[in-house]
């Protein structure tokens, strides 16, 4: 209804995404996953019909990926270090072993993804290990890497 051509205000849209006022197009690249209320409101070319309305939109967080690409070599007896990385998912993420297990004496820090270790037990073997991540609202990646000790 009303009189053509309309003009749009929309509010409360997440950082990254904008509206055009001439079209009602929403487009960008939000920076932040959630749900949003959004309101919108259109009004015809006399400026005498608005009607507004509040929306829902929900903004997915971009698929979680662990994007190690392989651990270094743990050497018996010595110290060891690497640290697991992710990209995508929404908020802190959790790292865990769910395939496998580590060689003796390295540990997962859940909360970081390092391995670490003062001192590797195991002895000269290859270990296959699979790690998950889980990220804020439960989505989760899984890779699994050779852990070589020497």
Same mark, same amino acid.
């Given at each position: *209804?009303?009189?053509?051509?309309?003009?749009?205000?929309?509010?409360?849209?997440?950082?990254?995404?904008?509206? $055009?006022?001439?079209? *009602?197009?929403?487009?960008?690249?939000?920076?932040?996953?959630?749900?949003?209320?959004? $309101?919108?409101?259109?009004?015809?070319?006399?400026?005498?019909?608005?009607?507004?309305?509040?929306? $829902?939109?929900?903004?997915?967080?971009?698929?979680?990926?662990?994007?190690?690409?392989?651990?270094?070599?743990?050497?018996?007896?010595?110290?060891?270090?690497?640290?697991?990385?992710?990209?995508? *998912? $929404?908020?802190?993420?959790?790292?865990?072993?769910?395939?496998?297990?580590?060689?003796?004496?390295?540990?997962?820090?859940?909360?970081?993804?390092?391995?670490?270790?003062?001192?590797?037990?195991?002895? +000269?073997?290859?270990?296959?290990?699979?790690? +998950?991540?889980?990220?804020?609202?439960?989505?989760?990646?899984?890779?699994?890497?050779?852990?070589?000790?020497?």
């Amino acid at each position: *209804g009303g009189a053509s051509p309309y003009t749009w205000t929309v509010s409360g849209l997440p950082a990254g995404v904008s509206y $055009s006022a001439s079209t *009602g197009v929403i487009s960008g690249t939000p920076t932040t996953a959630g749900t949003f209320t959004i $309101s919108v409101t259109v009004r015809d070319a006399n400026l005498v019909t608005s009607v507004t309305k509040s929306l $829902s939109l929900t903004i997915a967080a971009p698929p979680l990926s662990i994007t190690t690409s392989s651990l270094p070599t743990a050497r018996a007896g010595k110290t060891y270090s690497a640290t697991l990385s992710a990209t995508g *998912g $929404s908020g802190a993420f959790t790292w865990s072993v769910v395939g496998g297990s580590l060689p003796s004496g390295i540990s997962l820090n859940s909360a970081n993804g390092t391995l670490t270790s003062a001192k590797v037990l195991a002895k +000269r073997a290859n270990f296959s290990v699979t790690f +998950r991540v889980t990220d804020a609202f439960g989505n989760f990646a899984e890779k699994t890497f050779t852990l070589k000790v020497q």
